[in-house]
């Protein structure tokens, strides 16, 4: 079990996604446009998005780039085996050349530790997965469409992470489902190249089952659910709202109002000389626990000249309880300690939220899910990079206008 939890390829969760500046000598060319894009939450706002969660996730899409090769071969065993009794062994040894292949080319270009103990593990279990497949006495379609404890040990324990784990070595994999890209970004492009389309039904349930449908039945299951790149289908928020949604949405709701009344305060403080003496005679007149008026906020507003939106900031001063008489403090004391305090309240909620996708790929916790977790990582690198293209995109096309006027 240990090394299975260390070089199982089907248990690898994608890292968070960082994009590393490219140095560049700039400012030399007029025309030289350069832009920074980040986006705020990426990972709990993808995580809502898409609607992640244990209890939305459907069906797992596979590139059928990648593994319609060894489902070909697992078809085609099925069918000559009874007539050719090599058959068994000779694809258990083309695989287990194949994987080793796959493997030297992996290892080239991917940063992987104890890489003599990595293809020793690979090359002796994810072969013997196959094995266990074809050997298999009844029908392929009993493992695919399992109605017992054999097919279904069959189908999750050995056909799911050998595909799982060939798609992740594979040459072809670029970290997202390609065609699930495509069927996103590029639909019409998409349309234009039927192909057949394999998934697991219900891959998180008892009723997983392996199906090959037609380009017709993939497009019409897909329009069912939230697509994510990495090649999952999640419920509709109608339908069914993840249960880590809705806390997320709770978390992010009240992040926003403890750092807006951080800022207002931090504000405040950097400027408390500018507050007039009906400003400081409201807040000194406060008793523990009370609340500045919208009036009394609007007016220390304009004392240190904020220039936030003005609806905006007087919400959040308004919300802030001051208990400054029942810490014998100073006002502007207090408001120093304060803000301190909802910083570090903030931050806290911050670092939780962002850290959702990481427990889903920690195999020790009950509900993890290295789906989840590299649906998670995928929406947040390929929608992160289309905001960020379609953003530059506007500003060029915004400076573009600008000249031709």
């Not at 080239?108 to 006495?137: C, G, H, M």
Request: with cysteine; aromatic share 12%; glycine share 6%.
């Amino acid at each position: 079990m240990d090394n299975i939890k260390l070089y199982g390829w089907h248990l690898k969760v994608l890292g968070a996604y960082v994009q590393q500046p490219v140095p560049s000598i700039v400012g030399l060319d007029k025309n030289t446009l350069i832009s920074s894009n980040d986006a705020a939450a990426l990972y709990p706002t993808g995580i809502i998005f898409s609607n992640i969660g244990f209890d939305t996730i459907r069906h797992r899409v596979y590139d059928p780039f990648i593994i319609k090769n060894i489902i070909g071969l697992i078809e085609k065993v099925f069918e000559i085996k009874e007539s050719d009794p090599t058959a068994i062994n000779s694809a258990i040894f083309g695989f287990e050349n194949a994987l080793d292949q796959v493997l030297k080319e992996y290892f080239k270009t991917k940063s992987v530790q104890n890489k003599k103990d990595a293809r020793e593990f690979t090359l002796a279990f994810y072969p013997k997965l196959l094995s266990k497949i074809l050997r298999y006495e009844g029908k392929l379609e009993d493992i695919f469409e399992p109605k017992d404890d054999k097919t279904y040990y069959l189908l999750r324990s050995c056909l799911y992470p050998l595909l799982e784990a060939i798609t992740w070595l594979s040459p072809q994999n670029r970290g997202y489902n390609q065609m699930m890209v495509e069927y996103v970004f590029f639909n019409d492009t998409f349309l234009q190249k039927p192909r057949d389309i394999y998934i697991f039904e219900e891959v998180n349930s008892t009723k997983l089952k392996f199906k090959k449908l037609t380009f017709e039945e993939g497009l019409t299951l897909f329009k069912k659910y939230i697509v994510n790149p990495y090649g999952i289908l999640f419920d509709k928020h109608e339908d069914n709202l993840a249960y880590d949604v809705g806390l997320l949405i709770e978390a992010l709701a009240k992040r926003r109002i403890i750092k807006n009344q951080m800022l207002v305060l931090e504000a405040i403080t950097e400027h408390w000389d500018k507050l007039s003496k009906e400003s400081l005679e409201d807040i000194y007149s406060l008793d523990a626990g009370e609340h500045l008026t919208k009036s009394s906020a609007d007016r220390i507003l304009t004392d240190i000249q904020d220039g936030e939106p003005r609806e905006k900031r007087i919400k959040a001063l308004t919300d802030v309880e001051w208990f400054f008489k029942d810490l014998k403090m100073e006002p502007k004391q207090f408001a120093v300690l304060r803000t301190s305090q909802l910083n570090i309240v903030q931050l806290g909620i911050k670092v939780a939220a962002n850290s959702a996708y990481g427990i889903f790929g920690l195999i020790t916790w009950p509900f993890a899910s290295p789906l989840i977790g590299n649906a998670i990582t995928n929406a947040g690198k390929i929608y992160g990079i289309k905001l960020f293209q379609a953003v530059t995109v506007n500003i060029l096309g915004e400076k573009e206008k600008k000249y031709e006027q």
